[in-house]
């Protein structure tokens, strides 16, 4: 299996809803990454787990807020967006170490509607 | 900021013609060098990737070219094709840290 899944594949929220993204592999990777990418745009690193762990924030507003509960799933949770967060959202997974991990493999990301 | 800087933004060429995308950067500690291809609707896919011990790697139509002492390096797109209009990105690497990306070409392929 050399996929990431992403679930949903289209949200649409307001502002005060609550609402989580998921990712799902299973090619025994153990570093996971959440991107955010705007449209013509390069996608921006927003937080990376290795073994399951936070390892990298980049400065991303507390209203994102990830969650890794085991080697195969990334979450990251939603709470009082704001229309500009409108974005695709992708989940990336590589190796931690070795010539694997700078080779990521990305889902088709969730495309998130903030009205 | 270590950037990667590409080139052109947007880049139209006739079917079978040669596409040409190229990339600079700044930081000598960067050791592996990838190229991504992402179709609209869709997450980046590696296409091809380089180390810079290595001034070529091809893989069927697909060149990169690189030049460590003008710390540069490109993608050629040989027999370019329709079903190869996509966005393509450039990002460099450096062990313990992230894949910075270029800002991303979108190149468009007509037939």
């Known amino acids: 299996d050399t996929e990431v899944t992403q679930t949903p594949k289209h949200l649409v929220m307001g502002m005060t809803n609550k609402k989580s993204l998921k990712c799902e592999q299973h090619m025994g990777h153990r570093a996971m990454y959440w991107y955010k990418q705007k449209a013509k745009k390069p996608p921006e690193l927003m937080f990376v787990y290795s073994y399951e762990k936070l390892s990298i924030n980049e400065s991303v507003p507390s209203r994102f807020s990830p969650e890794c509960p085991n080697s195969s799933l990334l979450n990251l949770h939603l709470h009082a967006l704001q229309p500009e967060d409108s974005a695709l959202y992708l989940c990336?997974?590589?190796?931690?170490?070795?010539?694997?991990?700078?080779?990521?493999?990305f889902g088709a990301g969730s495309r998130l509607t903030v009205l | 900021q270590q950037q990667v800087k590409q080139s052109p933004q947007s880049l139209i060429v006739q079917k079978g013609g040669i596409s040409i995308i190229n990339c600079a950067y700044e930081?000598?500690?960067?050791?592996?060098f990838p190229w991504y291809q992402q179709f609209p609707g869709k997450g980046p896919a590696l296409l091809i990737a380089i180390r810079p011990d290595v001034s070529e790697k091809k893989e069927g139509r697909f060149t990169i070219s690189f030049n460590k002492s003008a710390k540069q390096f490109s993608l050629h797109i040989m027999d370019s094709q329709p079903g190869d209009s996509a966005t393509y990105f450039c990002?460099?690497?450096?062990?313990?840290?992230?894949?910075?990306f270029g800002k991303g070409t979108t190149l468009s392929v007509s037939s």
């Open positions: 990336a997974s590589s190796q931690v170490s070795g010539v694997g991990a700078n080779v990521l493999t």
């Open positions: 930081n000598t500690a960067f050791d592996y």
């Open positions: 990002a460099a690497y450096q062990a313990g840290t992230a894949l910075i």
